[in-house]
């Protein structure tokens, strides 16, 4: 099934700053109405970047996960989801829905694109994602075919899927199967809450370990895990999109 057109909030004040895009997408079961527009409306309505135009996109919906999704899911471990004697499954286990995933970060270079033929400097561009939104981004970040040309990578609260195939995801894409830290321009913003508890910390450290393979995490990365936050935002991390925004988007 196809997705809805893309929630567009257009930039408050022009005049402010050099045009950009921040394009951020939602998370499993959500639609850019959800988290994606509120974080826009917060930073519009605080005036904050307003030369910012934000581009939600909205998953399809996903007929065998009965919702909107970027890929179909699988199960993550949850020390709080409940274990059946004689019933345990060996979800945690599945594959990554490589398929979906990568159809995705083919979704995300389309919008890049769009952008870019808008006039847009790819350099004016940030791409991040909530939860399953994250997922995305982390992966398009490494193997995206514009994933070079953006001034950011911002994943929340998710976890890094495909991990152990990027190297053979770059090969088979026309991209080096070596890290390339040295060449690498663009910033990335990776944060998590410590009380989250559908995506444990533990996967984010994972993820963090995965992502410094490929980047310079001392010069390129700026990460955070917040004390006290669940699967969602927090004023004290709105507090440092807006300042990491500003560096890699200033006006």
């Known amino acids: ?12 004040d022009q005049s402010t700053g050099r045009p950009a895009t921040f394009i951020f ?25 307003p030369y910012l135009r934000w581009l939600l996109p909205n998953a399809p919906r996903n007929q065998e996960a009965s919702s909107t999704a970027w890929y179909m899911p699988k199960a993550l471990p949850n020390a709080l989801k409940p274990r059946v004697p ?8 599945d594959p990554d829905d490589e398929p979906g995933i990568l159809e995705s970060c083919d979704t995300v270079d389309k919008l890049v ?5 808008r006039g847009i400097e790819p350099s004016r561009i940030v791409v ?10 982390l992966v398009w970040g490494l193997v995206g075919k514009e994933r070079d040309n953006v001034a950011g990578v911002m994943p929340l609260s998710g976890y890094f899927p495909l991990a152990d195939r990027i190297a053979a995801l770059r090969k088979e894409r026309g991209m080096s199967e070596t890290p390339e830290k040295e060449k ?13 508890a559908l995506v444990p910390r533990s996967l984010f450290i994972h993820g963090k370990e995965e ?3 490929w980047i310079d995490a001392d010069r390129d990365l700026e990460e955070h895990l917040y004390e006290g936050m669940a699967h969602n935002t927090t004023n004290a ?10 560096q890699v988007l200033p006006p």
């Open 113 to 117: 694109r769009q952008e870019t033929d």
């Open 237 to 246: 991390e709105l507090r440092d999109m807006l300042k990491w925004l500003s």
């Open 184 to 196: 690498e321009k663009k910033k990335w913003f990776y944060a998590h809450g410590a009380r989250d």
């Open 128 to 137: 991040g994602g909530f939860s399953q939104g994250c997922a995305v981004s």
């Open 1 to 12: 099934m196809s997705a809805k057109e893309p929630l567009v909030c257009e930039p408050e």
């Open 211 to 213: 992502l410094g393979k």
């Open 25 to 49: 997408l939602h998370g499993f079961g959500d639609d850019a109405e959800g988290i994606p527009l509120g974080l826009a409306q917060q930073f519009q309505f605080y005036h904050k970047l």
């Open 86 to 93: 004689g019933a345990e499954q060996n979800d945690e286990t």
